[in-house]
């Protein structure tokens, strides 16, 4: 049989199907327990999460909206799928995506005495097979004649773009050190705001989850400081929990493997 | 009517090359070349332009001469100089202080050629690499990359498609990267998965350290010459490859003008031709000067070649 040559346009015409098909791979979902098809990061993505390190200097955008972005493009799911993707499963997937550059990672332990240990990715993800996702979680608390009820849940990856931008956009034009104290404290705020997915007030709905950023920003700096920490409390219990997938230790030093662009530079 | 009776079989690029030994006047050409556009970075494409417009003309099928890869451009110019001048290259170096010693060198082209053969043998470079439904043929990129990849010295990763001949998807459906412009190997390329492209760069990577850190001449004192392909150091080799001594040249013209023979005649001549037709008038001087020698003299009456033209001027 003779071989078939294949003009440049219909070239990338095969190519741009195979990558749907022939060489989507499966990737682990915690929230779901089940594999989801994915492409394979393109050369030109993992340019534009390196990029982002630079971009997230200046303010201007976060590395999660990047990777969402990306998971987004190169997801073989219906947009249902994509859309209830929680932030907990991005750093599962971010792992996965960064497998595919390579599958050793070195980690930094320690600065002086340098201590470095190179790591298998494959056995985070192996982690994140038997980590149960959290499910969602009720607060009560009674004030004087007002009983309130938040529903906690975490949240998904594709409001959380809208939480950074809160966080980073009031800090633009600020000077270095007032930069920081504003990053900070507006932080915590967004932190506390995405994790709660509702609010009940003597048992009505306040319609929390319609609100906007910035109003549901308003709401928690309202609500008493006794339920702020209760649902602080819960984040950082659940967060902890995630963290374990990918601490790892070398010389009784343990180290959280952060999540950012910098995970994407091979050495 | 031009002849071009040698034959070369290029082993990376699969083809043969039809081509005639350098004439003298073509090695007068490149010679002034060499003076016109000096050693320099700024030289370097005006030099890579000439040096290429003189040395076409020695090729017949010079369609073929523009398709071959850069490893094979190497060999057959070194195989060219060979059959046209000499086997050895001669080198002496210069040093700014006096009173070290010039080190010279005698390099044995046949053997680089081997070198250079055998170094990317070993590389394996040439051998498939595949992924899923995929098969990736790569080759030393075609001399019309050079300019792609001297511009590219400080990041390769963008010379990659450069590298690639070929992929075959399913089996027989195949995208040649032959006659593809740059943009389009990248394009191309860049449809490729991430982990795939990273064994493809690996390759390469691997085969572009094995052939500069080789050491191709087999000469201790040449070790600093590092065969790069993304700087001008074989540019350089070539230069001193061609390089001559014009003044000789025209000394040898000269001399071939008094005995009636044509400058244009010896325009079209080998340069071994030429070396005979030089030897035979030396010959002959040396032949009457003996004759002239009065009885007793114990000088043998034989005379250099610049002997013989203070001769004819005086």
């Not at chain 1, 308003?218 to 602080?232: C, F, M, Q, R, T």
């Amino acid at each position: 049989m003779s071989d078939q040559i294949i003009n440049f346009k219909d070239a990338l015409s095969i190519l741009d199907n195979l990558s749907k098909n022939s060489f989507a791979i499966d990737a682990w979902i915690p929230s779901l327990q089940k594999t989801i098809k994915i492409k394979e990061l393109t050369t030109k993505q993992q340019s534009v999460i390196i990029e982002n390190f630079f971009d997230f200097i200046e303010n201007k955008s976060t590395f999660s909206k990047t990777l969402f972005d990306i998971i987004s493009e190169n997801c073989l799911e219906d947009s249902s799928v994509i859309e209830n993707l929680t932030i907990f499963d991005r750093a599962c997937l971010a792992f996965f995506i960064r497998k595919q550059l390579s599958n050793k990672l070195k980690i930094e332990f320690q600065e002086i005495p340098k201590i470095e240990k190179e790591i298998e990715i494959d056995n985070i993800l192996e982690k994140f097979k038997s980590y149960t996702h959290p499910k969602p979680e009720t607060i009560k608390h009674s004030l004087e004649s007002v009983a309130i009820e938040i529903e906690l849940d975490v949240p998904k990856m594709k409001q959380d773009p809208f939480f950074d931008n809160f966080v980073y956009r009031n800090a633009e034009n600020s000077e270095d050190f007032q930069k920081f104290k504003t990053v900070l404290g507006n932080a915590f705020l967004a932190e506390i705001a995405k994790f709660i997915k509702e609010i009940k007030i003597n048992g009505n709905l306040f319609g929390y989850n319609n609100l906007y950023v910035d109003d549901k920003i308003s709401v928690i700096e309202k609500l008493p400081a006794v339920l702020i920490n209760d649902v602080n409390r819960i984040i950082t219990i659940w967060k902890s929990e995630l963290e374990k997938n990918y601490t790892v230790k070398e010389e009784n030093i343990e180290k959280v493997i952060k999540i950012d662009s910098f995970l994407f530079l091979i050495n | 009517m031009e002849y071009f009776l040698h034959s070369a079989d290029l082993p990376f690029s699969g083809i043969r090359l039809f081509y005639r030994e350098i004439n003298v006047k073509e090695q007068i050409l490149l010679g002034k070349i060499a003076i016109l556009y000096p050693f320099g970075e700024e030289n370097n494409n005006d030099y890579i332009t000439a040096f290429e417009k003189i040395l076409i003309n020695c090729v017949e099928n010079k369609d073929d001469f523009y398709k071959i890869n850069i490893l094979d451009y190497i060999l057959f110019l070194t195989k060219l100089r060979i059959l046209s001048i000499d086997n050895n290259l001669e080198l002496e170096f210069q040093d700014n202080d006096e009173k070290n010693l010039k080190p010279k060198f005698t390099i044995d082209l046949a053997n680089f050629m081997k070198n250079l053969y055998q170094v990317a043998i070993d590389t394996k470079l040439s051998e498939e690499i595949e992924y899923k439904s995929l098969k990736v043929k790569l080759n030393w990129p075609s001399i019309k990359s050079k300019i792609v990849l001297l511009e590219n010295k400080k990041n390769i990763i963008p010379t990659i498609p450069e590298f690639i001949e070929k992929i075959t998807i399913d089996k027989d459906q195949v995208i040649s990267f032959e006659n593809f412009e740059s943009y389009q190997k990248e394009e191309v390329y860049s449809k490729l998965p991430i982990s795939f492209k990273n064994k493809i760069e690996n390759k390469i990577f691997k085969s572009i350290e094995e052939l500069v850190n080789k050491n191709l001449f087999d000469i201790k004192g040449m070790d600093w010459f590092k065969f790069n392909l993304y700087d001008s150091s074989y540019f350089h080799f070539f230069r001193l490859m061609f390089s001559c001594n014009l003044k000789q040249i025209y000394q040898e013209y000269y001399l071939l003008a008094s005995k009636n023979i044509s400058l244009s005649y010896v325009d079209n001549m080998s340069i071994p031709d030429k070396k005979v037709y030089c030897s035979m008038v030396e010959e002959e001087f040396n032949l009457k000067s003996k004759r002239n020698q009065p009885i007793g003299n114990p000088s043998d009456g034989s005379m250099s070649l610049s002997d013989l033209i203070k001769e004819f001027e005086g």
